[in-house]
T-cell receptor
Framework: ETGVTQSPTHLIKTRGQQVTLRCSSQ?????VSWYQQALGQGPQFIFQ???????GRGNFPPRFSGLQFPNYSSELNVNALELDDSALYLC????????????FGPGTRLLVL | AQTVTQSQPEMSVQEAETVTLSCTYD???????LFWYKQPPSRQMILVIR??????QNATENRFSVNFQKAAKSFSLKISDSQLGDTAMYFC?????????????FGQGTTLQVKP
């Protein structure tokens, strides 16, 4: 069974640029959630995708957007990057939206200069 | 809105000893899940243990057990026979059960250091 994978592992961008982060969900999982984790803090929910549709969103501006593909892999896009967007971005997959346990990938560390 | 509070930013324990990490939460929901996740320096978030609120019996997973007090909204994690590999940041998390969105709400985390 393949676990959750994310790419890239690290990324450096400058303010105002756009970035795309990728996530492959665990086999058999149709739900992907994205979280932002600032240094030394707990993760904050960005949004969730279920069967290619957005299925809930946290308190993040519209410049944070996402996609889910038919194979249930997912992308997180962030436009007009700000310095405060520097964080670890975690992707988690689960069999169903409210099924309980979410399984996390290793994360992408984004640094905005 | 639900909140999760971990009041111990840092803790340390000697190898082979027992340590308890505290977590309290606030919710008006009656049906929910509680989790403890571990995040080592390698940063991958790993599930340690899960508790379903409707179950009165405390969950256990090998050396890890919880003390779930629903009325007090308390959910502590006990690690027995601590090992060096237990060194990590530990997060308590809440999820509303049967909600349309399975959103995890995390606490601020407790950094645990196991000393040889």
């Amino acid at each position: 069974e393949t676990g959750v994978t994310q790419s890239p592992t690290h990324l450096i961008k400058t303010r105002g640029q756009q970035v795309t982060l990728r996530c492959s969900s665990q086999s058999g999982h149709n739900t992907v959630s994205w979280y932002q984790q600032a240094l030394g803090q707990g993760p904050q929910f960005i949004f969730q995708y279920y069967r290619e549709e957005e299925n809930g969103r946290g308190n993040f501006p519209p410049r944070f957007s996402g996609l889910q593909f038919p194979n249930y892999s997912s992308e997180l896009n962030v436009n007009a990057l700000e310095l405060d967007d520097s964080a670890l971005y975690l992707c988690a997959s689960s069999p169903e939206p409210g099924a309980g346990t979410q399984y996390f990938g290793p994360g992408t560390r984004l640094l905005v200069l | 809105a639900q909140t999760v509070t971990q009041s111990q930013p840092e803790m340390s324990v000697q190898e082979a000893e027992t340590v308890t990490l505290s977590c309290t939460y606030d919710t008006s929901e009656n049906n929910y899940y509680l989790f403890w996740y571990k995040q080592p320096p390698s940063r991958q978030m790993i599930l340690v243990i899960r508790q379903e609120a409707y179950k009165q019996q405390n969950a256990t997973e090998n050396r890890f057990s919880v003390n779930f007090q629903k009325a007090a909204k308390s959910f502590s994690l006990k690690i027995s026979d601590s090992q060096l590999g237990d060194t990590a940041m530990y997060f308590c998390a809440f999820m509303k059960r049967n909600g349309n969105t399975g959103k995890l709400i995390f606490g601020q985390g407790t950094t645990l250091q196991v000393k040889p």
